[in-house]
């Protein structure tokens, strides 16, 4: 009786499996695709789609996560291409839920030190990303939109250090979107103030979770890259979405 049951229960369990697996084989064949062979999410509905039966990848706006601060580069001109590549006004930005309490933790545990984290970007848009690489094609400092970005999956955050009574920048070794090896996670050539706030930043991300880029000391992803969308959603449309929920 007991080896029936578990025959039939083995049964049910490859029917569901099946039925999921042919389900998102619907779903990616009605998204759209780039140029560069990238199908992407592009609207609301699509959005919803993605996450019914995964509330952890809902997208929420960190924004309200105490002892952060946003200093979205790419809603000014002070990136390298000088352009405002965001709508202007962008208050906030986005990252999914996993991966935004993980670094709710962060934030955390470096407040409890006097320490703020400073937000240079979080969600991209692919179309942003697609404009970026047309500007600089080499994908040690740019996602190349054929694979898509962390960014673009809501998984991927560029972050600093400030004090948190004064709001001073703590000093790092670059600034943001410096194309030189000085910008490496391993770059030696620094003084020790410079290391140790790097080190900082870098050994509390890892602790919870992320993993940091090589060649950006300000550049952190969460794993499991390819088990989320990627995303061109305007911010105006995430919030709205948000508010409603």
Same mark, same amino acid.
Do not use: C
């Given at each position: 009786?007991?080896?029936?049951?578990?025959?039939?229960?083995?049964?049910?369990?490859?029917?569901?499996?099946?039925?999921?697996?042919?389900?998102?084989?619907?779903?990616?064949?009605?998204?759209?695709?780039?140029?560069?062979?990238?199908?992407?999410?592009?609207?609301?509905?699509?959005?919803?789609?993605?996450?019914?039966?995964?509330?952890?990848?809902?997208?929420?706006?960190?924004?309200?996560?105490?002892?952060?601060?946003?200093?979205?580069?790419?809603?000014?001109?002070?990136?390298?291409?000088?352009?405002?590549?965001?709508?202007?006004?962008?208050?906030?930005?986005?990252?999914?839920?996993?991966?935004?309490?993980?670094?709710?933790?962060?934030?955390?545990?470096?407040?409890?030190?006097?320490?703020?984290?400073?937000?240079?970007?979080?969600? $991209?848009?692919?179309?942003?990303?697609? /404009?970026?690489?047309? $500007?600089?094609?080499?994908?040690?400092?740019?996602?190349?939109?054929?694979?898509?970005?962390?960014?673009? $999956?809501?998984?991927?955050?560029?972050?600093?250090?400030?004090?948190?009574?004064?709001?001073?920048?703590?000093?790092?070794?670059?600034?943001?979107?410096?194309?030189?090896?000085?910008?490496?996670?391993?770059?030696?050539?620094?003084?020790?103030? $410079?290391?140790?706030?790097?080190?900082?930043?870098?050994?509390?991300?890892?602790?919870?979770?992320?993993?940091?880029?090589?060649? /950006?000391?300000?550049?952190?992803?969460?794993?499991?890259?390819?088990?989320?969308?990627?995303?061109?959603?305007?911010?105006?449309?995430?919030?709205?979405?948000?508010?409603?929920?």
């Amino acid at each position: 009786m007991n080896n029936k049951i578990l025959k039939g229960d083995q049964k049910i369990h490859a029917f569901v499996s099946f039925f999921l697996l042919l389900n998102s084989m619907v779903y990616a064949q009605n998204l759209p695709v780039s140029a560069y062979g990238m199908t992407y999410i592009n609207n609301i509905a699509l959005y919803k789609k993605s996450i019914i039966n995964h509330p952890e990848k809902e997208m929420v706006p960190i924004g309200k996560i105490r002892g952060l601060a946003l200093d979205l580069r790419y809603a000014t001109p002070d990136n390298f291409t000088h352009k405002i590549l965001y709508p202007a006004g962008t208050a906030t930005s986005f990252l999914r839920k996993r991966v935004y309490q993980a670094l709710d933790s962060v934030a955390m545990e470096l407040f409890r030190q006097g320490i703020t984290l400073v937000i240079f970007d979080a969600y $991209r848009p692919y179309s942003v990303t697609v /404009e970026l690489w047309e $500007r600089i094609k080499d994908d040690r400092y740019a996602a190349n939109p054929a694979k898509g970005s962390g960014h673009n $999956r809501g998984i991927a955050v560029d972050l600093t250090l400030a004090d948190a009574n004064t709001h001073q920048l703590l000093p790092m070794p670059t600034g943001f979107d410096n194309f030189s090896d000085s910008a490496r996670q391993d770059f030696s050539g620094t003084d020790a103030m $410079r290391k140790a706030n790097r080190e900082l930043l870098k050994s509390t991300m890892v602790k919870y979770g992320f993993i940091p880029l090589s060649t /950006e000391w300000w550049h952190f992803s969460w794993p499991a890259t390819q088990d989320y969308g990627v995303l061109d959603l305007p911010f105006q449309q995430l919030s709205d979405w948000g508010k409603k929920q």
